[in-house]
């Protein structure tokens, strides 16, 4: 069972797919009958969700009013207070009796005020946009109001085709060219509009009825369903980046490591993407632009070219930059464990001494699922990396480990068991509910132990699935530290995958949830660390409980497992001793400044500058962006190919995880803490403040 970052994401992200397709299937017949059988079948196989409701009806009109309009530049308040008021705890009653009547309001509605906004729209294109005044785009759209005049609506569309304007003049000088693109690119979106089918249209609501259920259910029109298998197969091609689309952005969801995008250095998690740009091309806005298509501008031969323009939020403000990316294939080994002795010096004085940790990055849960079936001998997979890299530190000498799953976005449910063994002897891993309320136990049967030593696991907030059912374990018994942001990513449910037929596509319900084997789901609260580190990214809105419609937090009976006791009692010192040295770090009050003018800068955030900068501010932003991406340094992966790494001096989290782990270490075996220091680290910071020191120095 697959359950990591690629499929989860995958699934995702199709949902906020079905926006307004600009291609027609002929082949899919789906009306108001089909439409009642489809949900009637959600409701068989789903975790919570056994009838149509008036909450669902609720939810079903929102999540389908925001599908036509994620950007609100079309329907009006009036509009939407009346829906609700007609039609918001019907449609359950109107779908069991196949009645879509309210579906055809809505969109007919929704065709009118379409109409509507063209003459504002051409008033835009054809007007002469002032760049020097300081005004703003909304990019914020959940804050966003619906518009209450056709006045408002017009103003809204000024905004966003000047910003689409001033996209363009970063490659193109002559104003007529560019009011000829403009207007080529509306009359495009008009015949998109007029292209939509009815078929289309009964499946951009199933979707949102099926969103409305949980974030991961989804429905699959036929053409989405290839298009899913499609993406499937070539998952690890192109930038290596895994996208989402919400409130009409596509966003960056994670980054595989190896991919063009982590190697670049320069495209991060939560980077909105508005601007795609073959090489040497004018760029193409994709604000609220339907996933697939912008996923067809992206994805490319290998080898080509593509830029993107990132909308990023930068110390409490939106900056934009362009980021040009190579399209390539990434192999298996791009993202395989890997491991680096690192040296802690303990005790002060003569007592001083060098103490060896290992760390272990694992980017995600992988296994050859072919080279198994096909019984290879040697089949790749993550724990017999791991196993491999264990048995070579021990050979070094290293006396404590730290697995580090940050960014780790899950993969194999089998792998995520088969790493829980190399620490831990025998016993249950993950416990798995169905909707019936069977449970099914899954355990390492393993009695070998590759490590049974001091361990700390690092996890962020992008640590997900596998990784939450490895950590959960790791702290259920009790066998190691978890450290890092507040808690993981939060999902703990599982889903299935229903092939409908040829001509009604597929269905995804969500059909059980992961549990801890305290009996602990892992959904919506993640695993949470037993020292939390200061990090930007744990002031983000990402994880499972930003979702609209996420499952609960559940805690059945645990299972038969034993807490080995091996963190409990040094727990308590551990934090006291880490809190105090976090509080005089330099590198983490630089975490603390950028929480601070991060939560301070709300405003800036939700809204883009429609001001042109002038040459020396985008060269300023420009040091500014590679100078906070600093410290990167090239390396080579086992594949040959360059990538990035963050340099131990700026990795105040790893640094930190390693000065517990060895107070854990010099705790668990009977010697007071005393001061602890990473040799690499302190000689860094020499040089840099003596380059600093220099660079400071008059010149005679």
């Not at 056709?150 to 560019?178: H, M, N, S, Y």
């Not at 930038?239 to 995008?261: K, M, Y």
């Not at 949830?513 to 949470?528: D, I, M």
């Not at 090239?634 to 930190?656: H, R």
Request: hydrophobic share 40%; proline share 3%.
């Amino acid at each position: 069972m697959m359950i990591g970052k690629f499929q989860r994401i995958a699934f995702k992200t199709m949902a906020a797919a079905l926006m307004i397709s600009c291609v027609s299937s002929s082949a899919f017949a789906l009306d108001c009958k089909q439409v009642r059988l489809l949900t009637q079948a959600y409701f068989k196989m789903h975790f919570t969700y056994t009838e149509f409701n008036d909450e669902l009806s609720k939810r079903s009109l929102e999540l389908f009013l925001r599908s036509w309009d994620p950007g609100k530049l079309y329907f009006l308040q009036s509009d939407v207070d009346r829906f609700e008021r007609d039609y918001a705890t019907k449609i359950d009653d109107a779908v069991n009796r196949a009645d879509c009547s309210f579906i055809d309001d809505i969109v007919g509605t929704y065709g009118k005020r379409f109409e509507d906004t063209q003459k504002a729209i051409n008033e835009a294109v054809a007007a002469t946009h002032d760049f020097s005044v300081d005004e703003y785009m909304e990019v914020d759209r959940k804050k966003m109001p619906w518009a209450k005049t056709p006045q408002e609506i017009g103003e809204r569309w000024r905004k966003r085709v000047k910003f689409q304007v001033l996209q363009l003049r970063e490659t193109i000088t002559d104003a007529a060219k560019i009011k000829e693109k403009m207007a080529k690119r509306m009359d495009l979106m008009r015949k998109q509009h007029k292209k939509t089918s009815s078929d289309q249209v009964m499946g951009i609501f199933l979707n949102a009825f099926a969103s409305a259920l949980d974030p991961h259910s989804d429905y699959m029109s036929p053409d989405d369903l290839e298009d899913f298998r499609i993406n499937t197969r070539l998952s690890l091609e192109g930038i290596g980046a895994v996208l989402r689309s919400e409130d009409g952005f596509t966003t960056i969801q994670s980054l595989v490591p190896g991919g063009a995008a982590a190697q670049s250095g320069k495209v991060k998690v939560d980077d909105k993407i508005i601007a795609v740009a073959q090489i040497n091309d004018a760029p193409v806005d994709v604000i609220d632009m339907d996933l697939r298509d912008v996923v067809k501008l992206i994805r490319g031969k290998q080898g080509t070219e593509v830029k993107l323009t990132l909308v990023r939020e930068e110390k409490g403000s939106n900056v934009q930059l362009q980021v040009a990316l190579k399209r390539q294939k990434v192999q298996l080994t791009d993202r395989a464990a890997k491991s680096k002795v690192r040296v802690v010096q303990v005790g002060e004085g003569a007592e001083a001494r060098d103490m060896k940790v290992g760390v272990i990055a694992l980017p995600s849960f992988y296994m050859d699922f072919e080279g198994r079936q096909n019984k290879q001998k040697d089949f790749k997979s993550s724990s017999a990396d791991m196993l491999r890299e264990i048995d070579a530190m021990k050979k070094q000498g290293v006396e404590a480990l730290v697995v580090d799953l940050r960014n780790n976005g899950g993969g194999s449910l089998d792998e995520a068991i088969n790493v829980s063994g190399l620490f831990i002897k025998t016993g249950p891993v993950v416990q798995i509910r169905a909707s019936d309320g069977s449970n099914f136990v899954q355990d390492d049967k393993d009695p070998s132990v590759a490590w049974d030593g001091p361990l700390t696991v690092i996890i962020n907030r992008q640590s997900a699935s596998a990784s939450e059912i490895f950590a959960g374990a790791i702290q259920d018994y009790g066998r190691g530290l978890i450290v890092g942001d507040t808690h993981t990513f939060g999902k703990g449910t599982v889903q299935n995958l229903h092939d409908v037929s040829d001509k009604l596509g597929a269905i995804k319900v969500t059909i059980s949830k992961f549990y801890r084997p305290s009996g602990s789901s892992t959904q919506l609260r993640g695993v949470e660390s037993d020292i939390v580190f200061p990090d930007l990214m744990d002031q983000l809105e990402m994880g499972e409980k930003f979702y609209d419609y996420a499952l609960p937090w559940e805690k059945i009976k645990d299972s038969d497992y034993k807490n080995l006791g091996a963190v409990s009692p040094f727990l308590t010192k551990l934090k006291e001793v880490s809190a105090a040295r976090v509080a005089a770090d330099e590198g983490f009050k630089l975490v603390a400044e950028d929480i601070k003018t991060y939560k301070d800068g709300e405003i800036e955030r939700s809204r883009i500058s429609l001001r042109e900068k002038s040459a020396k501010e985008k060269a300023a932003e420009k040091a500014k962006l590679e100078k906070r991406s600093g410290g990167k340094k090239k390396g080579k992966s086992e594949a040959g190919d360059d990538e990035t790494e963050i340099p131990l001096i700026d990795d105040y989290m790893l640094q930190e995880s390693l000065r517990v782990t060895a107070d854990y270490a010099a705790l668990r075996s009977g010697k007071n803490l005393s001061k602890v220091s990473i040799p690499e680290v302190v000689k860094a910071q020499k040089q840099r403040q003596a380059q600093e020191k220099k660079a400071l120095k008059p010149k005679t």
